[in-house]
């Protein structure tokens, strides 16, 4: 019930196009669901965050959806670019609970 | 500037040596936490504190040991029990155990030889 399943492990894109990263969880005690980005030796970054009272936030080049009854939310990547590349982890919280999903290796192609 | 800071970048360990990893913020955050990372894969909780004095164990904490003396010191010890200690650690905190957003710093990466 705590885990954030997370796919595709790895992912190739070609620069312009678009990247899409799911997840999906189980409680639905969970309130709060943030995208980190970690580029390779370095700690995770906050990227964009959503809570399940709206279903879509978009800044930038990065759009959040989010289906409540489905129990999943993406990352949409536009306009992919070569320094988009890293590794993007999902996440979930409510309280003092934060569990993280595996996270997707994402290559954009010059 | 406000931030984490993790010292050091890199660290050699000799088997069966303890080695402490240094965790500093000065955010004014309460909570903070760590994490190990391990090649390809996600990100695990050692221990985690809420508070100056109390900390609490997270899903991995065997092996390691945590001190909370300071708000904004929350250094590892990563003790000769710990069986497979190379990974790259990281640390981070949060306004308080309760709010969302956990920043992290740029993390120690622990060899053993």
């Known amino acids: 019930q705590q885990q954030v399943k997370q796919s595709p492990q790895s992912l190739i894109v070609q620069k312009g196009g678009i990247s899409i990263i799911n997840c999906a969880y189980e409680n639905t005690a969970f309130d709060y669901f943030p995208w980190y980005q970690q580029f390779p030796g370095k700690g995770p970054a906050l990227l964009i965050a959503?809570?399940?009272?709206?279903s879509e936030k978009k800044e930038g080049r990065f759009t959040i959806s989010f289906n409540k009854s489905a129990k999943q939310f993406s990352l949409h990547i536009m306009d992919s670019q070569p320094g988009d590349s890293a590794t993007y982890f999902c996440a979930a919280s409510y309280g003092q609970n934060f569990v993280f999903g595996p996270g997707t290796r994402l290559s954009v192609l010059p | 500037d406000g931030g984490i800071t993790q010292s050091p970048k890199y660290l050699f360990r000799k088997e069966g040596q303890n080695v402490t990893l240094s965790c500093e913020q000065n955010?004014?955050?309460?909570?903070m936490y760590w994490y190990r990372q391990d090649p390809g894969q996600g990100l695990r909780l050692i221990y985690y504190s809420q508070i100056v004095n109390d900390f609490q164990k997270g899903d991995i904490a065997e092996g390691y040991s945590v001190s909370r003396e300071k708000k904004e010191s929350f250094p590892l010890t990563v003790t000769s029990a710990q069986k497979n200690p190379t990974a790259f650690y990281l640390c981070a905190s949060s306004i308080m155990m309760s709010t969302d957003t956990q920043y992290f710093g740029p993390g120690t990466r622990l060899t053993v030889l």
């Open positions: 959503i809570r399940p009272d709206v």
């Open positions: 955010l004014n955050h309460d909570a």
